[in-house]
């Protein structure tokens, strides 16, 4: 199975300021005859389901501020929010698709500081 | 409008079965793959298994935990999406998701990341 570990466990950023969420796959999600990483994160609020936020490890999802976004290759992922606003309070989770099982990070609880 | 909508979940005694079921609408469900992902309380997501369209094959896949316990069905006339649970264990305690990528369904053998997800059926395993 591919282990998916994501740095830190949790932060606390202060408004308007840039929140940086890492991501490690255990082997390589890119597949090189597309040249796709078969990557994606997830944002999560209390009580609510997962919400797909970036998907081939950089493509925002419609209707997603531009104030997230992706990037990496192979195995190694950044989610970034360049101005945290206050109703990105939650948890955000990566998770691979490149094969099954489709295992997710253990996620990242983003606070205000 | 595309939706899935969980049930059957409940309280059930370790040992015990229960089946959940997803109800899809919105969309061509027998040309999607569906998975359900678990959340246990205050803990992170967990991909439970996969079943692929007719299409392309209707086989199943299950992550190692529940593997032998747990099996994925579907009933394309109903458009609806089964797991039967069995000897349940106190550990599968958890909110239960059913979900799909939309994208996918558009194209036999696409996969994806998952961009429609139900709000989810809570399965408690105690005595």
């Known amino acids: 199975d591919i282990v998916m570990t994501q740095s830190p466990d949790s932060l606390a950023v202060s408004l308007g300021e840039r929140a940086t969420i890492n991501c490690r796959s255990s082997r390589s999600v890119l597949f090189t005859s597309n040249n796709k990483n078969y990557l994606a994160w997830y944002q999560q609020r209390p009580g609510q389901p997962p919400k797909l936020l970036i998907y081939w490890a950089s493509t925002r999802e419609s209707g997603v501020p531009d104030r997230f976004s992706g990037s990496g290759s192979g195995t190694d992922f950044t989610l970034t929010i360049s101005s945290l606003q206050a109703e990105d309070v939650a948890v955000y989770y990566c998770q691979q698709y490149y094969t099954a099982p489709r295992t997710f990070g253990q996620g990242t609880k983003v606070e205000i500081k | 409008e595309v939706q899935l909508v969980e049930s059957g979940g409940g309280l059930v005694k370790p040992g015990g079965s229960l089946r959940l079921s997803c109800a899809a609408s919105g969309f061509t469900f027998s040309n999607a793959w569906m998975s359900w992902v678990r959340q246990a309380p205050g803990k992170g997501l967990e991909w439970v298994g996969r079943?692929?369209?007719?299409?392309?094959?209707?086989?199943?896949d299950y992550a190692a935990p529940v593997k032998g316990r747990f099996t994925i069905s579907r009933d394309d006339s109903k458009n609806t999406m089964y797991l039967q649970m069995n000897s349940l264990k106190t550990d599968d305690t958890a909110v239960y998701y059913c979900t799909t990528c939309g994208p996918c369904i558009a194209v036999a053998g696409t996969v994806g990341a998952f961009d429609i997800w139900g709000q989810g059926t809570m399965v408690t395993v105690s005595s």
């Open positions: 079943i692929k369209s007719k299409t392309d094959s209707g086989t199943t």
